[in-house]
């Protein structure tokens, strides 16, 4: 049996649980891959969310931006982004996730920082669409990183974590923005505003020169310093026990065959339109904030300060941090993925139909717009079921995943302007209906996605050829075989008498 090393062989002499290696490496990897893609996700926030922080602290004035410039900003970024998604994805076939998402990384931050020397509107339009494209490679691939790093028991969980860095940043940034703002505003010349920019961007910078050491790519591919040659070893063993394969580089021809697979394959129609309506629904808790800032007593004044307006919404993020962590622990000891895919969305169906009635007690308003935070806790479980049906193709999961953000994000850009008008706050006569249709919808889909996969286990065991449609030609099959590559359908030879077997 393996035996820790180094420090821990030490460690292992007063805490039992690093007696066993695979314990040492979920350790490791927890530490510092998770660590990472947390902290990344919390910086893609506050770089975000700068523009709109920095348009309300003095930006406007200094660069005469009085028209619809704060929205094109947004409008920018999103083409930038919906473009990169799947190229993005298509490139780390050809380049090791370690080079790429790190350039991918320093680049955005380069750019984050040039924004605080912009002189104009058209100047930033510019950084925004290129702000876009190299963000947009980050979301899918850090998940596509924890698919090939932890087995069903650990997924939900680990993809739950790093899901709620955006909650986490919501949290806490504001307040550290506005912090920057007051206490550096004219410091070396510079406006509060531009450091704004200066410290987002210069941090992004660092956070990428880190991704450099701690990205492992993935077991099959790895070359981390800080995992041992037996970790390594141990990292590919452990995922070959659940029948998983891990990504790797791969032909042309190959992707092209994966990809035409992919567009006809049913798991990509349910998997998009779950995860898609589920993520469109969820949105009604965006406008939670503008329904405080508006609510007034009977005598016509205001019942939150502004203060009390920005604090609220920290305890519904707590709130989507706890139910997402817990329940996600849930889904990964039970192995229960459609359950605790589904609960969440039930529940949010039931919240947004009382929404949707618009009750007179501005209390229980309260009280359901607070519980939409909580069942905001589905998407890592339904992720990690789908990571398990495509468990032999780590490229198209990679690619299925890129896809349908691109989806939710040009959904997200224009769903709004006819369902969420700021007209019709805070009722929202439309949206809340919207947005109960979309939840019940998907609760409709993943049924259906659970109905296909019972009928259809072959998927899982042996991958896309299962369907008897190889994606891989002989020659190239075989020239993998003896690279030690060949890791992206399975053993062809013996996937190929398995799947006779299935057909005769």
């Keep these: 049996m393996d035996q820790p090393q180094g420090i821990f062989k030490i460690v292992a002499r007063y805490v039992p649980y690093f007696r066993d290696p695979k314990h040492v490496l979920v350790f490791k990897l927890d530490c510092?891959?998770?660590t990472w893609t947390f902290i990344a996700g919390i910086?893609?926030?506050?770089?975000?969310?700068?523009?709109?922080?920095a348009y309300v602290s003095g930006m406007k004035e200094s660069l005469q931006l009085y028209g619809n410039e704060l929205i094109n900003f947004n409008t920018f970024f999103s083409v930038g982004y919906a473009i990169g998604l799947i190229p993005g994805q298509l490139i780390q076939t050809k380049v090791r996730p370690s080079l790429f998402l790190p350039f991918c990384e320093i680049s955005w931050g380069i750019l984050v920082t040039c924004i605080a020397q912009a002189s104009n509107a058209k100047t930033i339009y510019a950084l925004r669409v290129l702000l876009g494209l190299f963000s947009a490679v980050f979301w899918p691939t850090a998940v596509s990183m924890i698919f090939n790093w932890y087995t069903p028991a650990e997924l939900a969980k680990r993809?739950?974590?790093?899901?709620?860095?955006?909650?986490?940043?919501?949290?806490?940034?504001?307040?550290?923005?506005a912090a920057l703002y007051t206490n550096m505003n004219g410091v070396h010349g510079i406006s509060g505003w531009q450091w704004l920019f200066i410290?987002?961007?210069?941090?992004?910078?660092?956070?990428?020169?880190?991704?450099?050491?701690?990205?492992?790519d993935t077991p099959s591919l790895t070359r981390a310093i800080w995992l041992t040659d037996a970790e390594k070893d141990l990292a590919r063993r452990r995922m070959a026990e659940f029948g998983s394969n891990t990504s790797n580089m791969i032909p042309t021809k190959v992707v092209v065959q994966k990809l035409r697979k992919l567009i006809v394959h049913p798991v990509t129609y349910f998997f998009l339109a779950a995860f898609a309506l589920s993520a469109w629904a969820n949105r009604a808790n965006s406008y939670?904030?503008?329904?405080?800032?508006?609510?007034?007593?009977?005598?016509?004044?205001?019942r939150f300060s502004t203060y009390q307006v920005n604090v609220i919404p920290m305890g519904g993020y707590a709130l989507q941090i706890l139910t997402n962590l817990c329940l996600n622990a849930l889904s990964d000891w039970k192995q229960w993925r459609w359950q605790i895919s589904i609960a969440p969305a039930f529940l949010l169906g039931i919240v947004l139909s009382v929404l949707s009635a618009w009750p007179s007690d501005w209390r229980v308003i309260l009280v359901f717009y607070f519980l939409t935070y909580a069942t905001n806790a589905g998407s890592p479980s339904l992720l990690a079921w789908v990571a398990e049906l495509l468990k032999?193709?780590?490229?198209?999961?990679?690619?299925?995943?890129?896809?349908?953000?691109?989806?939710?994000?040009?959904?997200h850009a224009t769903i709004p302007i006819r369902v969420?008008?700021?007209?019709?706050?805070?009722?929202y006569p439309i949206g809340f209906p919207f947005a109960t249709a979309f939840i019940f919808s998907s609760i409709f889909v993943q049924l259906g996605l659970l109905w296909w996969g019972r009928r259809n286990t072959q998927l899982a065991e042996f991958g896309y050829e299962a369907s008897g449609v190889s994606v891989r030609n002989d020659e190239e099959s075989s020239e993998f075989s003896k690279d030690g590559l060949g890791q992206f359908g399975g053993d062809a030879k013996n996937d190929n008498v398995k799947v006779s077997a299935i057909e005769t």
């Design 199 to 216: 410290v987002s961007g210069t941090i992004t910078i660092g956070q990428g020169l880190l991704g450099l050491v701690i990205i492992p």
């Design 392 to 411: 032999k193709e780590p490229e198209a999961r990679s690619i299925l995943v890129a896809l349908t953000v691109t989806i939710v994000y040009i959904g």
């Design 420 to 427: 969420w008008r700021t007209s019709d706050s805070p009722t």
């Design 43 to 53: 910086l893609k926030e506050m770089d975000q969310s700068a523009t709109a922080q």
């Design 288 to 302: 939670f904030t503008l329904y405080l800032e508006g609510l007034k007593d009977s005598a016509g004044n205001l």
């Design 32 to 34: 510092l891959l998770l």
């Design 159 to 177: 993809i739950a974590f790093f899901n709620v860095s955006d909650a986490a940043g919501g949290m806490f940034l504001g307040a550290l923005q």
